[in-house]
């Protein structure tokens, strides 16, 4: 075996790889139940999968100008995948989608405490206690 | 640590970042392959030791790409240190999401700080998120 035959077969082995990740993310896609599993199976392919493609595409016709190209892919295609994947699954769960199963989520502990501590004025006084004395005041004039 | 091993460390935490791929998404393989659903879900939150918004945006952006886990929200408290929520689908309890994204982060800050990271042994399962201040 030569060194160009070996070469292709390192490439198509990543590729291999690349198109294995994208079957589990189709696979996740159907089989997980909720938006934040779904989403997390589908950022997974958009990433590292397309990434890994085009590894082995790069190691098929190597030449300093496609490696340019190839980091510059790369970079972009990491970053655009995953901060569309939190964007998307930050904006399902700011519009109430429940997990489902979900078996902790200390998200929703710390949001109730902040809803808490905004009900509370400069004074330390409770709001609603002040809306109550208020209402009991006669109005001014 | 110096300034003369800042590339070697980057290589070190790309490779360690692949691998770290491969055997998250063999574990979701497995799950998927076989019948039923193993996963257990939640969103754990995590206290992190990054000092800059690039830390944690980067932190965030490796924990996304990872299959399996994401990150859903950032928070900074009163004494500035910068919290993380993970969402995790396998790791079933929050220590364990809170243990696999601060090995994430030590990998992570040696490699981005020019004077290397060492990390801090603290136990993440009795943290809390501090109380903000009313104002």
Known sequence: ?????????????????????????????????????????????????????????????????????????????????????????RSAYLTGVKMQPGYFDQLAEDQ????????????????????KNRAQEPPQY | MNILT???????????????????????????????????????RVLTDCRTDAEVTMLAALITITPGTLTLGTDVDDEGARWIYVHSLYDGDPASVADGSIDMQNHLLSAMRRNGFTPQDFDQTDRHLPRRAAS
């Open chain 1, 1 to 89: 075996m030569d060194i160009n035959s070996l070469h292709t077969v390192a490439a198509n082995f990543i590729i291999l790889l690349g198109v294995l990740v994208f079957v589990v993310a189709a696979g996740g896609l159907f089989k997980f139940r909720d938006t934040y599993q779904r989403i997390s199976a589908v950022g997974t392919a958009a990433g590292p999968g397309i990434s890994l493609i085009v590894i082995g595409v790069f190691l098929t016709v190597p030449s300093w100008q496609n490696a340019v190209q190839l980091l510059i892919i790369i970079f972009l295609q990491l970053s655009t995948s995953s901060i569309g994947t939190m964007s998307i699954a």
């Open chain 1, 112 to 131: 109730a405490e902040v809803e808490d501590t905004s009900d509370i004025d400069e004074d330390g006084d409770i709001a609603q206690e002040l809306g």
């Open chain 2, 6 to 44: 800042w590339l070697p460390r980057w290589i070190w935490l790309i490779i360690w970042f692949i691998g770290q791929i491969i055997t998250s998404s063999w574990s979701v393989l497995k799950d998927l392959t076989t019948p039923g659903i193993r996963a257990k879900p939640g969103i754990a």
